[in-house]
């Protein structure tokens, strides 16, 4: 019967030529949803968002204060897989007078995105969500959930490392290491010191950005500072790794005074634009000179010795305590020199 039906359509040219192209692509279609059946699974849906981290923008930037919240995140759910929420409000973003499109979504892809390549537990799903219908049933279904005391209805912030309380510190000291570099980046950066036969260096962070508290950018005088500690610190024979900022090179009355030191220095634009790249940076030098905000506070969560300077009085306090802490519990031999600098 079927193939005489066959036969029949066959001969029938305009029937034949409809129904080809109508079962190619049913065929399509079957075979997207066989590649991709786990997407259609209520069950699987529901099971992927059990642990959740929750990324409001409306309340959190995206930029490095972000990637505090995320490590103290990982932290949380050290030992479970986890998926990670970004929440975008279509009507209202955390610091949008500040931050505008471009920078918020670049710092969306090359800082918060890319630092879920250092997390020892990074999460098994992301998902952008932009309908607060669609968060607050996830929110229902979660058995565990990041920030412990998120409310879509509040403004409450947590990325602040006064925000860390002693629970976090507790699963610090268990949850080891902190962050973690993979093999891929790890073999990257280590083809990079060989190349250049560099043996014992220390980093010194550039920041440049345009855009916020420019008070807070490097100047001459802290380049002056730093040179004074490392002549201070018996540095002078380990070369420089000058990790320049995302936005602009190192301006050149900087780079006039580091020569004119003869000190034998490699600009690392590799950390400029890799998250990965920079951590490891930080956690194979012998000394890490940088200051206030930005890239240089995954110096705080990494074991090697650091020359801060603070350039915002207002957190001062906040980030020798925060330091100090990690000092007394975790990094025990850990130097972490603070230089107060106030404009």
Same mark, same amino acid.
């Not at 500072?225 to 000058?242: G, S």
């Not at 906040?318 to 603070?338: A, P, T």
């Given at each position: !019967?079927?193939? %005489?039906?066959?036969?029949?359509?066959?001969?029938?040219?305009? @029937?034949?030529?409809?129904?080809?192209?109508?079962?190619?692509?049913?065929?399509?279609?079957?075979?997207?949803?066989?590649?991709?059946?786990?997407?259609?699974?209520?069950?699987?849906?529901?099971?992927?968002?059990?642990?959740?981290?929750?990324?409001?923008? +409306?309340?959190? #930037?995206?930029?490095?204060?972000?990637?505090?919240?995320?490590?103290?995140?990982?932290?949380?759910?050290?030992?479970?897989?986890?998926?990670? =929420?970004?929440?975008?409000?279509?009507?209202? +973003?955390?610091?949008?007078?500040?931050?505008?499109?471009?920078?918020?979504?670049?710092?969306?892809?090359? =800082?918060?995105?890319?630092?879920?390549?250092?997390? $020892?537990? $990074?999460?098994?799903?992301?998902?952008?969500?932009?309908?607060?219908?669609?968060?607050?049933?996830?929110?229902?279904?979660?058995?565990? !959930?990041?920030?412990?005391?998120?409310?879509?209805?509040?403004?409450? %912030?947590?990325?602040?490392?006064?925000?860390?309380?002693?629970?976090?510190?507790?699963?610090?000291?268990?949850?080891?290491?902190?962050?973690?570099?993979?093999?891929?980046?790890?073999? =990257?950066?280590?083809?990079?010191?060989?190349? +250049?036969?560099?043996?014992?260096?220390? @980093?010194?962070?550039?920041?440049?950005?345009?855009?916020?508290?420019?008070?807070?950018? @490097?100047?001459?005088?802290?380049?002056?500072?730093?040179?004074?500690?490392?002549?201070?610190?018996?540095?002078? &024979?380990?070369?420089? =790794?000058?990790? $320049?900022?995302?936005?602009?090179?190192? $301006?050149?009355?900087?780079?006039?005074?580091?020569?004119?030191?003869?000190?034998?220095?490699?600009?690392?634009?590799?950390?400029?634009?890799?998250?990965?790249?920079?951590?490891?940076?930080?956690?194979?030098?012998?000394? &890490?000179?940088?200051?206030?905000?930005?890239?240089?506070? !995954?110096?705080?969560?990494?074991?090697?010795?650091?020359?801060?300077?603070?350039?915002?009085?207002?957190? #001062?306090?906040?980030?020798?305590?925060?330091?100090?802490?990690?000092?007394?519990?975790?990094?025990?031999? +850990?130097?972490?020199?603070?230089?107060?600098?106030?404009?």
């Amino acid at each position: !019967m079927l193939k %005489k039906i066959k036969i029949l359509i066959k001969k029938n040219h305009f @029937t034949y030529f409809i129904l080809k192209r109508f079962i190619n692509i049913l065929k399509f279609y079957i075979e997207i949803i066989s590649r991709n059946r786990s997407l259609f699974s209520i069950n699987n849906f529901s099971n992927k968002h059990k642990n959740v981290f929750i990324l409001d923008t +409306r309340i959190h #930037s995206i930029i490095f204060d972000s990637v505090v919240l995320l490590i103290r995140g990982s932290n949380f759910f050290y030992n479970d897989k986890w998926t990670l =929420i970004i929440y975008e409000d279509d009507f209202h +973003r955390y610091a949008s007078k500040v931050v505008n499109d471009e920078v918020y979504f670049n710092s969306l892809i090359n =800082i918060f995105l890319q630092s879920l390549l250092i997390l $020892p537990n $990074p999460p098994i799903h992301i998902k952008f969500i932009n309908n607060s219908y669609e968060l607050l049933e996830i929110i229902k279904k979660t058995k565990k !959930m990041f920030p412990e005391n998120y409310n879509f209805l509040d403004n409450k %912030k947590t990325y602040l490392i006064n925000n860390f309380n002693e629970k976090d510190f507790e699963n610090f000291k268990i949850n080891k290491p902190i962050l973690k570099a993979t093999k891929y980046y790890s073999e =990257i950066f280590e083809k990079y010191l060989n190349y +250049r036969n560099i043996k014992e260096y220390i @980093t010194i962070t550039i920041r440049t950005k345009n855009w916020s508290t420019s008070d807070w950018n @490097t100047d001459v005088e802290d380049i002056k500072l730093y040179i004074d500690f490392i002549k201070k610190n018996n540095l002078k &024979n380990h070369e420089i =790794i000058i990790i $320049p900022d995302t936005q602009q090179d190192v $301006p050149k009355e900087i780079m006039e005074i580091i020569k004119n030191e003869n000190l034998k220095y490699h600009l690392f634009h590799h950390g400029s634009f890799s998250i990965p790249m920079r951590f490891l940076a930080y956690s194979n030098a012998s000394f &890490n000179l940088a200051s206030t905000n930005g890239p240089a506070t !995954m110096l705080f969560f990494i074991d090697n010795n650091s020359f801060f300077l603070i350039k915002d009085e207002k957190q #001062s306090k906040d980030v020798q305590n925060f330091v100090n802490k990690f000092n007394e519990k975790i990094f025990l031999g +850990r130097k972490f020199i603070f230089h107060k600098k106030n404009k």
